[in-house]
């Protein structure tokens, strides 16, 4: 395509200059540049083939055989009965529920009073936010060997403490009526810090015009923090609820560094993750833990719907 324009040299007088446009070498170099960033982008999207499609593909292919990861044999849906009518199952799915609802019901609204009183403090606030969000970025794993020798019944700090208060110590990851409790212990301590973060920017983001004009109006510190505070973190509250429910569903790693994959003592804190691991690496029964996973994928899944609609009934 072939273009004039119209260009003024330096003596003023004005010419015609002839334009080649070519769209075809545009079109061209458009094309290459398009092609270099599809380049960049090649080794994440193949590393997303290889260890996620795939797996997840491999892992629905397993659930239908009987597997020990040399010799398979197609059964149908056997596996996914065997994994929905054994007892030892839905007692993993009750330590996850149950350990899940307490580590969220304590956490969030204890975080949430942490929050509301370091942002009341005018200094200090970034030392409290460090030293409160320190335990969410250590390793869960070192985290739970701590806490092995924290709650430890003969030696641990927990213990020592509840004697010289004068309370009744506790055998903890010794007893299967305890052991619950200790994980939800450590799983309160470390999930606190991010709760507290969370809630503290919420916080900072409440207009403080709001404020002023309860004031005005007479409203107390304690009036101002149940009918205006709270009602505008409720987005927050629903945030932290469905990934609370979502982590605390697909627990594993501090289960098994404090009782192993069977979650000892007697399975009391073994979880639908620990269940999973027990039957494919420890039993290698590949084909049941397949079923598991997409049991608890579909357990997953129902419960995020139903916190989702409840919480846009609460929005």
Not at 5 to 21: P, S
Not at 100 to 116: D, H, K, M
Not at 173 to 191: N, Q, R, Y
Not at 217 to 239: C, E, Y
């Amino acid at each position: 395509m072939v273009k004039e324009k119209l260009q003024i040299n330096e003596n003023g007088v004005e010419n015609t200059v002839t334009i080649n446009d070519d769209v075809e070498t545009i079109k061209s170099k458009k094309r290459k540049a398009a092609f270099t960033w599809y380049i960049f982008l090649l080794p994440s999207f193949i590393g997303i083939l290889l260890f996620m499609v795939y797996p997840i593909m491999e892992s629905f292919r397993l659930s239908f055989f009987r597997s020990n990861g040399t010799m398979e044999t197609f059964i149908g849906l056997q596996n996914f009965q065997r994994v929905l009518t054994s007892n030892t199952f839905w007692n993993t799915v009750w330590n996850t529920f149950f350990i899940g609802f307490f580590q969220i019901f304590i956490t969030i609204p204890l975080g949430f009073i942490f929050a509301s009183l370091i942002n009341s403090i005018r200094r200090g606030q970034n030392f409290f936010k460090v030293i409160y969000f320190l335990p969410n970025v250590t390793s869960i794993v070192a985290a739970a060997m701590i806490f092995q020798f924290v709650l430890h019944p003969e030696m641990g700090v927990a213990n020592y403490i509840l004697d010289a208060l004068g309370l009744p110590s506790s055998t903890w990851f010794s007893d299967p009526s305890t052991a619950k409790w200790g994980v939800i212990l450590l799983a309160v301590w470390h999930w606190i810090g991010f709760v507290i973060i969370i809630c503290l920017a919420n916080l900072q983001a409440i207009s403080p015009e709001m404020y002023e004009a309860a004031k005005i109006d007479g409203a107390s510190g304690l009036q101002q923090w149940l009918f205006i505070t709270i009602p505008n973190m409720s987005g927050t509250f629903a945030f932290l609820l469905i990934t609370g429910w979502i982590g605390s569903l697909q627990r594993f790693n501090e289960v098994y560094v404090l009782g192993g994959p069977n979650g000892s003592p007697a399975r009391s804190i073994q979880t639908m993750g620990a269940f999973i691991y027990e039957r494919g690496f420890t039993g290698f029964e590949f084909g049941i833990a397949s079923a598991a996973t997409y049991i608890m994928f579909v357990i997953i899944l129902i419960f995020t719907f139903i916190n989702l609609r409840v919480s846009k009934m609460q929005l």
